[in-house]
C-alpha cells in the first residue's frame, strides 16, 4: 500500500468537486455535485486536474459509504463492487492528461471484473489505488487495489473501457 495522507487530511469530496467542476455547464454540475451514497477523497490528484495537472501516474481515492451499512457480507459487497467502479478508467486517461471529467472525451466501462480476498468495512475508509498498464485504439485496460487503512488487501479490480473525444452533432 502507497504512502498516502490519510483521508482526515484531505478536503470534503464536495470542496473539489466544486473547484473541479467550475468550467462545466450549469446541469453538469448540478448532477456531479449531487449528495451521492459514497463519500471520496483523491489523495493524489490535484483538484484541478482538468488542465491537465496530475501529479502521479497511479490515481488513488480513500472511499467509504456515506453512512453506516449493515453488517451483512452481501451488502458490504455490493457497496465495494458499486466503488470499485466509481473512477477506475482515470487512470487510463492520466498519460493523455485528460479526466473522466472532461466535457470533450467520451469514457464508458466495457467489462469489470472485482475480487474479495478479506473481510472489509464499506462504510469505513479503504484507499483505492489504480493504474493503467495499457492504453491505445480508444480503449483503457486499469486494474485497482482496495487497502484498508491498516495496509491490509481485500479487494483487486480490472477493468476495459471505451475513451475517445466527443464528436460535436
Known amino acids: 500500500m502507497p504512502q498516502v495522507p490519510q483521508p482526515e487530511q484531505l478536503p470534503s469530496d464536495e470542496v473539489w468537486r466544486e473547484k473541479l467542476l467550475k468550467r462545466f455547464p450549469a446541469a ?80 464508458a466501462s466495457l467489462d469489470h471484473a472485482l475480487w474479495f480476498h478479506q473481510p472489509f468495512r464499506a462504510d469505513e475508509w479503504l484507499l483505492y489505488v489504480q493504474e493503467s498498464p495499457a492504453a491505445g485504439g480508444a480503449r483503457g485496460f486499469c486494474r485497482g487495489e482496495l487497502f484498508t487503512r491498516d495496509g491490509k488487501l481485500v479487494a483487486s479490480a480490472a477493468q476495459e473501457g471505451l475513451m475517445r473525444p466527443v464528436t460535436p452533432r
Open 28 to 107: 453538469s454540475k448540478r448532477d456531479w455535485m449531487a449528495l451521492r451514497p459514497l463519500e471520496v477523497k483523491p489523495t493524489s490528484l490535484d483538484p484541478s486536474f482538468l488542465s491537465g495537472n496530475i501529479n502521479t501516474s497511479r490515481p488513488s481515492i480513500w472511499v467509504r459509504a456515506r453512512g453506516p451499512l449493515p453488517d451483512d457480507l452481501r451488502t458490504q459487497q455490493a457497496v465495494l463492487a458499486y466503488a470499485s467502479d466509481l473512477s477506475l478508467l482515470q487512470a487510463a486517461l492520466v498519460p493523455h492528461r485528460k479526466s473522466v471529467f472532461d466535457p470533450d472525451i467520451q469514457v
